[in-house]
């Protein structure tokens, strides 16, 4: 089993920055994905973003494209968001998901773990 610890959440007005920490630990794979998703109150959870833990290489979904910044830390099995820029519309309860799985996917269905969520909220 995997275990995923957000951190980091919490109120900010608008324009302004947060950054959310994600702390895995439990059993490890070789190869998977570390990824963000967000879900607003009756919306669906939607991708932000992903890094796949072997190659590095990062995903982002367009709405957060040139304000969120996915990162890594191999050696405390940790996930970083950065998020700059934030907008009311970035208001929703961020969950980070690991999939064991290598590439790119932006559904929540092929993530194997989940985190317990961090609530965002940004004001106007």
């Known amino acids: 089993q995997v275990q995923l610890v957000e951190s980091g959440g919490g109120l900010v007005q608008a324009g302004g920055s947060l950054r959310l920490s994600c702390a895995a630990s439990?059993?490890?794979?070789?190869?998977?994905?570390m990824g963000w998703f967000r879900q607003a109150p009756g919306k669906e959870r939607e991708f932000v973003a992903s890094?796949?833990?072997?190659?590095?290489?990062?995903y982002y979904a367009d709405s957060v494209k040139g304000r969120f910044i996915i990162s890594r830390d191999n050696a405390k099995n940790t996930v970083y968001l950065q998020m700059k820029g934030l907008k009311p519309e970035d208001t929703a309860l961020y969950y980070c998901a690991q999939g064991i799985f290598e590439g790119k996917s932006l559904d929540p269905d092929r993530y194997d773990y989940w985190g317990q969520g961090a609530q965002v909220t940004v004001s106007s």
């Open positions: 439990g059993r490890t794979f070789s190869r998977y994905v």
């Open positions: 890094i796949s833990w072997s190659t590095g290489r990062t």
